[in-house]
């Protein structure tokens, strides 16, 4: 790509009118190319009549979706007319590149997705004049940046890859002409692309885009480096840390991670702190963050706790518990007492942090009090946020929600725990791509419910509950069948013991699919059904079914045992052996001669148990 290239000479003309007026044109025509919304529908037709007549799910997100991807295809296909050609306009750095190198920083949809959906648009449209025009293709690849970025924040993350592997692949092209100039942005754009290709479940190339970041980094450290250079591999060395995690290899993840925290806490902290390990300084005010952190730029504070909470992943994942809890308070600090401006996505990352705080894998460390008061703070964060962006961050106030009233449970507290199951429920009802978070909010609710007395309710609950699970899981999913048991449970507790009996046979016909594939796991399930499908029918006084259903679920119960009995013998049997050989060639050493068949005979039957 992008092979060969030419300087031209008239293009340094060019740039020496005034290479400031060209971007405020720029900057000029992107004002005026603001799309309007009868300019998104033009492509399906020439008035609004077209779109009153399309069905309800052609909604005017959809269509402002479809034409913002339609302008995407549109700069694709330029990018590789221009890479076929033998050369492109090029010419003296731009203002933009001219000054110390600092990351774009795209914040996102701040109060209106559709104003910043718009704002991505007319990029697009600025983007495809810039290709088609004389101007320096730099300036197009410094538009680019930020077009992955805000497709990013849009959650279009296909299209943020493939914006984000020609914006990679025309910085490689500048960093060979100039390396010192380029390269950071390389490296940006690197991470990025990385984090698109972890959004589309494209792990290995992610790995390889991280990696490159990493070993151009590493080339671009020194000690005169500006600050973001320095904080640039940090980030690096964070992403390919998260990489690693979601590989599984928690224990390289975790030496990554290290290198990441030291990138940032070798610039500034160690000046100001006499301690830069992860331990939590609880006494640390607002005035000692904000003096710590003053030589960091916003996106370096984010990217700096943001590289704590991977290492307290992938401190987890390890099973250091303790200190995992111990980084992700010092993220939290970080981001509290900095004294930067909480933006929403500084406002997410610090509901994320506390979100993860207040979880139940962390109770072990974390008292259940301390976890309560967290996901409150975070919930009241995601309250906020919602009502900014309710589509982008209802499913984490739901999540958080769903802390809650877990911990309130294990507090005993159910009357205020059922409250907050219930409202977790309601609004999970509007997000129509996680249907099963809502069956699972209901099905704690239930739960709830039957820990009040309360078993009609708790029924009425638990069947809205395992309809959502059979429309939204398919048939190898073990929750359908989980919660016809429950049903089943909360029926006959409620007296209603034929659609009790109902519910449990519904559950062990699909117990028994299940058991098809793997019998240990669910023959245990079914012994449970029949017993409880015995209570129902004894208490509906069918008492031949009761004992020809509880007769049967004293087999597996047996095989159960019989197997468990099996497995002692034959560890017995596998000591005896090992014993038998440790005596056996004690004595061939003592008396080779007499003692040698004797110990191949304790051999052959240690390798006949083992068989």
Request: hydrophobic share 40%; proline share 2%; aromatic share 10%.
């Amino acid at each position: 790509m992008f092979a060969v290239m030419r300087i031209e000479k008239r293009l340094v003309v060019i740039g020496g009118r005034n290479i400031t007026n060209s971007v405020n044109t720029h900057k000029e025509i992107s004002i005026k190319r603001r799309v309007s919304n009868e300019s998104l529908i033009a492509f399906m037709g020439s008035n609004q009549r077209v779109l009153s007549k399309l069905p309800p799910e052609m909604t005017a997100d959809f269509i402002s979706d479809t034409y913002l991807r339609l302008q995407i295809d549109s700069i694709d296909g330029y990018l590789n007319d221009l890479s076929s050609k033998n050369s492109y306009p090029i010419e003296a750095p731009l203002e933009e590149y001219l000054r110390p190198y600092q990351p774009v920083v795209h914040l996102g949809p701040l109060t209106d997705r559709n104003v910043f959906k718009q704002d991505i648009i007319a990029q697009t449209l600025e983007i495809q004049a810039c290709l088609r025009s004389d101007f320096s293709i730099q300036t197009g690849a410094w538009s680019m940046v930020n077009l992955c970025a805000g497709l990013y924040s849009l959650e279009m993350y296909e299209e943020a890859a493939s914006m984000g592997l020609w914006t990679v692949n025309l910085f490689r092209t500048f960093a060979k002409t100039n390396p010192a100039m380029y390269s950071s942005y390389l490296v940006h754009g690197l991470r990025h692309l990385s984090w698109s290709y972890i959004k589309i479940n494209d792990n290995d190339k992610a790995k390889v885009a991280i990696e490159e970041a990493i070993s151009i980094s590493h080339r671009l450290q020194s000690p005169f480096a500006n600050p973001e250079i320095k904080f640039q591999l940090g980030g690096a060395s964070t992403q390919f840390a998260r990489v690693l995690y979601l590989e599984g290899d928690c224990a390289a993840s975790l030496q990554a991670v290290e290198e990441g925290v030291r990138a940032y806490e070798e610039v500034v902290i160690k000046h100001y702190l006499p301690n830069t390990s992860t331990d939590y300084h609880p006494l640390w005010t607002t005035n000692t963050w904000a003096q710590a952190l003053e030589r960091f730029s916003v996106k370096a504070i984010c990217d700096y706790s943001m590289a704590l909470d991977q290492l307290s992943f992938s401190l987890q994942g390890m099973g250091q518990l303790e200190d995992a809890v111990q980084a992700d308070m010092k993220a939290l600090d970080i981001l509290r007492y900095s004294g930067i401006y909480l933006s929403s996505d500084v406002a997410a990352n610090m509901a994320a942090l506390l979100y993860r705080l207040s979880h139940q894998q962390f109770h072990t460390v974390i008292s259940l009090d301390q976890a309560l008061l967290f996901a409150q703070h975070s919930i009241n964060i995601y309250q906020d946020l919602c009502k900014e962006d309710k589509q982008k961050h209802i499913l984490y106030l739901c999540e958080a929600l769903y802390e809650k009233a877990n911990t309130l449970g294990k507090l005993e507290r159910y009357d205020e725990a059922l409250a907050v199951w219930k409202e977790t429920s309601d609004l999970a009802k509007d997000i129509i791509d996680d249907q099963v978070l809502r069956a699972d909010a209901l099905n704690q609710l239930s739960w709830s419910y039957r820990k009040l007395e309360r078993h009609d309710e708790a029924a009425t609950i638990r069947t809205e509950s395992v309809m959502v699970y059979q429309t939204a899981l398919n048939s190898t999913s073990d929750k359908t069948a989980h919660g016809y048991f429950n049903l089943g449970v909360d029926l006959r507790l409620a007296g209603r013991y034929s659609e009790a009996i109902e519910a449990l046979q519904t559950s062990i016909t699909k117990y028994r699919a299940l058991a098809f594939n793997d019998p240990d796991r669910y023959t245990k399930n079914i012994a449970m059904t029949l017993n409880q499908l015995t209570h129902a029918f004894i208490y509906s006084n069918q008492h031949e079914e009761a004992f020809h259903d509880g007769h049967e679920s004293l087999k597996p119960s047996r095989n159960y045992d019989r197997q468990r009995f099996n497995c002692r013998v034959g560890i017995h049997c596998v000591e005896r052996a090992n014993y038998s050989v440790i005596c056996a060639r004690g004595l061939a050493k003592k008396s080779p001669e007499e003692c040698n068949m004797s110990f191949i005979q304790a051999i052959l039957s240690q390798a006949i148990v083992l068989c």
